[in-house]
């Protein structure tokens, strides 16, 4: 709840709680970094069976199972690692589809969505995941879910991500004696990716250097050769 000052979510100010997590309108932002371009999103998150969508997701969830589950489930980290988790469908039969192939056959592209309602109304109707989505859509969505249960969240585009595909912390690029490149390393930049951020205050397990802004992306890992994505400029 974040009008509670004791809670976990607590966002001061009227106008920070109206824009993150009341607001049903937003922006998000494709194109590239030269030629950024907004683009009008319906997150939607008090239109009909959504918060059934947000609760079905979490409740199906293993780790809520176990003798910790009710206190995973006032947690708003663990919250959003399960949403985030749900909103794609690679592992465990999730919302989305993510496709960056360039074919969207029996599905709708990307490009053509503006909202999360269509896509999680769809998903409550059939409980199977809906074809298509990349990174904006699966950002629309998380935004969407997270601001349902009361999660202040926001969209954040980036041009020229880095990922790190080993967990070095670091992008790495290696040369022989003759100063040629050599392929040992998948390390690679994405040149453009959309992801959220929840708001939480650091006065639970979470720790208080961490307060602010955390990051918390539903877009699922991708095999190198879709890096180059689909911005529909």
């Given at each position: 709840n974040p009008w509670n000052e004791k809670d976990e979510t607590f966002l001061e100010g009227d106008d920070a709680k109206e824009e993150?997590?009341?607001?049903e309108q937003g922006t998000i932002?494709?194109?590239s970094s030269s030629c950024p371009h907004p683009y009008r999103w319906n997150f939607g998150q008090f239109?009909?069976?959504i918060l059934d969508v947000a609760l079905y997701l979490i409740n199906r969830d293993p780790r809520i199972k176990g003798k910790k589950g009710l206190q995973k489930l006032r947690d708003p980290v663990w919250l959003s690692r399960i949403l985030s988790a749900a909103t794609n469908c690679n592992d465990d039969k999730g919302v989305l589809v993510g496709n960056w192939s360039g074919n969207c056959e029996g599905g709708v592209n990307p490009c053509n969505c503006s909202g999360s309602v269509k896509i999680l109304q769809q998903y409550w109707k059939t409980?199977?995941?809906v074809k298509y989505g990349q990174c904006w859509v699966f950002s629309g969505l998380m935004t969407t879910l997270l601001r349902s249960i009361g999660i202040p969240t926001r969209?954040?585009?980036n041009y020229a991500s880095a990922h790190d595909t080993d967990n070095s912390m670091t992008i790495d690029d290696f040369v022989d004696e003759n100063n040629r490149e050599v392929n040992l390393s998948r390390d690679t930049k994405w040149n453009y990716h959309v992801w959220n951020e929840i708001w939480i205050r650091g006065t639970g397990h979470w720790p208080a250097s961490y307060a602010g802004w955390a990051a918390v992306d539903g877009t699922p890992q991708v095999h190198q050769k879709f890096f180059n994505y689909n911005y529909g400029i």
């Amino acid at each position: 709840n974040p009008w509670n000052e004791k809670d976990e979510t607590f966002l001061e100010g009227d106008d920070a709680k109206e824009e993150y997590v009341l607001n049903e309108q937003g922006t998000i932002f494709r194109g590239s970094s030269s030629c950024p371009h907004p683009y009008r999103w319906n997150f939607g998150q008090f239109e009909e069976d959504i918060l059934d969508v947000a609760l079905y997701l979490i409740n199906r969830d293993p780790r809520i199972k176990g003798k910790k589950g009710l206190q995973k489930l006032r947690d708003p980290v663990w919250l959003s690692r399960i949403l985030s988790a749900a909103t794609n469908c690679n592992d465990d039969k999730g919302v989305l589809v993510g496709n960056w192939s360039g074919n969207c056959e029996g599905g709708v592209n990307p490009c053509n969505c503006s909202g999360s309602v269509k896509i999680l109304q769809q998903y409550w109707k059939t409980k199977c995941p809906v074809k298509y989505g990349q990174c904006w859509v699966f950002s629309g969505l998380m935004t969407t879910l997270l601001r349902s249960i009361g999660i202040p969240t926001r969209s954040v585009t980036n041009y020229a991500s880095a990922h790190d595909t080993d967990n070095s912390m670091t992008i790495d690029d290696f040369v022989d004696e003759n100063n040629r490149e050599v392929n040992l390393s998948r390390d690679t930049k994405w040149n453009y990716h959309v992801w959220n951020e929840i708001w939480i205050r650091g006065t639970g397990h979470w720790p208080a250097s961490y307060a602010g802004w955390a990051a918390v992306d539903g877009t699922p890992q991708v095999h190198q050769k879709f890096f180059n994505y689909n911005y529909g400029i």
